[in-house]
């Protein structure tokens, strides 16, 4: 797909990594939860307040879990977070990964009995060591990285040994507008046990991207999240994982960000924990791609605008044109330039999509079969 044009000067994300776009106005940081101290330099803290501790069992999944059902029927049933704090502390741990002469402060959660964490790609990519403090011990254990994806912020490790206490993921349907939530993590590395936040889902299905990372079907929380929080969990009443704490807005000197942070979906993560650890095993996975360049709306509406079409491209093949207005792609709402791209991104050579276009007022759809990404 070739290169984006700047984007419009509205609601865009900042990477862990990124240079700041020259024409957005404010940015998502989402390379918050690596942060590098040089010199013991700590960042700003960062201030949560905590309510609505109600009953709830704090017993392991050995014991009978709190139905999600239950869990939403009135006042009575909204999180206990003391309770699912402790329920859930076996399966979070801190990660230190010496980076660029620094030391980047990171969370991950247990996915299987065998050692496999879960964490984001920025907390640990690049790092020449990596290291995970589990809770109630003081001594970190090494890890090893099996395998990242950059474009979907994600990577998983393995730490030695068994035995260990897994997250339990929610059903991907099952999470609501208004649900409550918790997010856990190292929040700006701070000694002692994990910070947890409470908030609520504020929205479903948004998207963000910057560079090379381009995320879709984020979930979008005013728990608040901090420098730290990265790759930690966003849980539901039943302690099940609903989502992947990843990215926050902050203020710029033309906008102000209040409580608006992003966690990767437990619909997006599982597949592609599956495809990494495909790659783990040696499974290389080709890239799709499509054959456009693309510019964002700067009008307030949805969709997409073609800016170019390579020649010779599945797009250009099925007849999509300069200027067209992309959006949809099957069937799924393309609002941006980052939602379409993730959406392309996720596939594989081979697969056919429906791509939806709006051209001269009228409505067109071209199904099209993705090849491999050139490798210039």
Do not use: Y
Not at 13 to 37: D, E, F, Q
Not at 104 to 114: K, S, V
Not at 231 to 256: C, K, Q, W
């Amino acid at each position: 797909m070739a290169a984006l044009p700047p984007p419009p000067p509205d609601a865009t994300p900042v990477l862990p990594t990124a240079k700041r776009s020259r024409t957005r106005s404010w940015m998502l940081a989402l390379g918050i939860g690596c942060i590098a101290w040089t010199g013991g330099l700590l960042g700003a803290l960062v201030g949560s307040e905590l309510s609505d501790w109600l009953d709830r069992p704090p017993q392991r999944p050995s014991s009978q879990p709190v139905d999600i059902a239950d869990a939403r029927d009135g006042f009575e049933g909204r999180i206990d977070v003391a309770s699912v704090a402790e329920f859930l502390a076996p399966s979070v741990v801190t990660i230190s990964a010496d980076i660029d002469n620094g030391v980047g402060i990171g969370t991950g959660m247990i996915i299987t009995e065998d050692g496999e964490i879960l964490t984001n790609s920025h907390v640990v990519s690049g790092a020449s060591e990596i290291r995970v403090r589990l809770a109630g011990e003081s001594e970190p254990r090494e890890v090893t990285l099996l395998a990242e994806d950059v474009g979907n912020d994600l990577a998983i490790l393995r730490m030695s040994g068994d035995g260990f206490e897994p997250v339990r993921f929610a059903d991907p349907g099952s999470v609501r507008l208004g649900d409550q939530v918790v997010a856990i993590g190292a929040a700006l590395g701070l000694d002692g046990d994990p910070s947890v936040t409470l908030g609520i889902v504020s929205a479903l299905d948004r998207s963000v991207g910057q560079q090379n990372v381009f995320l879709n079907g984020l979930l979008q929380t005013d728990a608040a999240i901090s420098s730290g929080n990265s790759g930690g969990p966003l849980v539901n009443a039943a302690g099940e994982v609903v989502g992947v704490n990843t990215a926050v807005a902050r203020d710029t000197s033309i906008f102000t960000a209040t409580n608006v942070g992003f966690a990767i979906s437990v619909g997006e993560a599982l597949p592609v924990i599956e495809s990494l650890r495909e790659e783990a095993r040696g499974e290389v996975r080709e890239e799709a791609f499509l054959g456009i360049g693309l510019e964002d709306r700067r009008d307030g509406g949805q969709g997409v605008i073609v800016s170019g079409v390579q020649p010779g491209t599945p797009a250009e093949t099925v007849g999509v044109m300069v200027g067209d207005l992309i959006v949809a792609v099957d069937g799924s709402t393309t609002a941006g330039s980052a939602a379409l791209i993730a959406a392309i991104r996720d596939k594989s050579p081979g697969d056919t999509v429906t791509v939806a276009v709006v051209r001269d007022d009228n409505g067109l759809e071209f199904d099209v079969e993705l090849t491999s990404r050139p490798e210039n």
